[in-house]
């Protein structure tokens, strides 16, 4: 059962839409403006957001910039009672994987919702084979399946995604890799919002792996990255 995470203000439609996820097998979190969704977020793990563009307090085009800052893994659905093509383009832009427009046939959402998570699933799975459980890298010991990474007693918690760009990266240390090479096989894909997102991650696996100084992530501009290990 996939984690859905609503965000609509509207009261009688947010309460009708969350019953007909329900109905097709999603948990549903239905949050009722941007503010208590972030907060929400913030504490828990989604499959998908899916969010209300016009919204108080704060709007949709926020939130799903705030989300991704946070958590640029979560793909999200933009839902508008706006057609016009700014608004679409500028849900595009911040990485939105879909947009719908209001008024719209709850089955057509459905099966927009269950490509975006086949999309991201295949993704996920996209080039790279665990053969490793527990791995050390340097002075870290880095637990695959436990998506753990443990230095001088101190263990810190990463997510999926963070684990294999992490060790990818290691199984091509000290050589240079191509942004397009480690975004087909981490992301699945080599768009601009996938590069974005990327650039996130590698900053996150850097602040983890700062405790020992052989290793270093250099940027080499224009190409790629090279994980050094000495």
């Not at 859905?4 to 097709?24: A, H, R, S, T």
């Not at 108080?56 to 946070?70: N, Q, R, Y």
């Not at 995604?161 to 090479?181: G, I, T, V």
Request: hydrophobic share 40%; aromatic share 10%; net charge positive.
């Amino acid at each position: 059962m996939k984690n859905i995470l609503l965000v609509e203000d509207d009261q009688d439609f947010g309460k009708m839409l969350k019953q007909y996820l329900m109905l097709n097998k999603f948990h549903v979190t239905w949050a009722l403006n941007g503010e208590e969704a972030f907060t929400i977020i913030k504490k828990n793990d989604f499959d998908l957001c899916v969010i209300d563009v016009m919204m108080p307090v704060m709007d949709g085009f926020t939130l799903a910039k705030k989300i991704s800052e946070l958590k640029p893994e979560i793909p999200f659905l933009f839902l508008t009672a706006r057609k016009t093509k700014e608004d679409r383009i500028k849900g595009l832009r911040l990485g939105a994987d879909d947009y719908i427009v209001k008024p719209f046939e709850a089955e057509e959402l459905i099966l927009r919702l269950k490509n975006i998570i086949k999309r991201a699933s295949q993704q996920n799975k996209h080039g790279i084979e665990i053969t490793d459980a527990t791995i050390a890298i340097g002075n870290y010991s880095f637990n695959y399946p436990n998506l753990t990474l443990t230095i001088n007693g101190n263990e810190s918690k990463i997510t999926e995604k963070e684990a294999k760009l992490l060790y990818y990266l290691f199984k091509n240390s000290n050589q240079l890799l191509r942004r397009e090479e480690i975004l087909s096989n981490v992301w699945g894909k080599t768009d601009f919002f996938s590069g974005r997102s990327m650039d996130v991650f590698v900053s996150r696996i850097r602040k983890y792996l700062k405790e020992d100084p052989a290793i270093s992530i250099e940027s080499v501009r224009g190409i790629g990255l090279q994980f050094n290990l000495s």
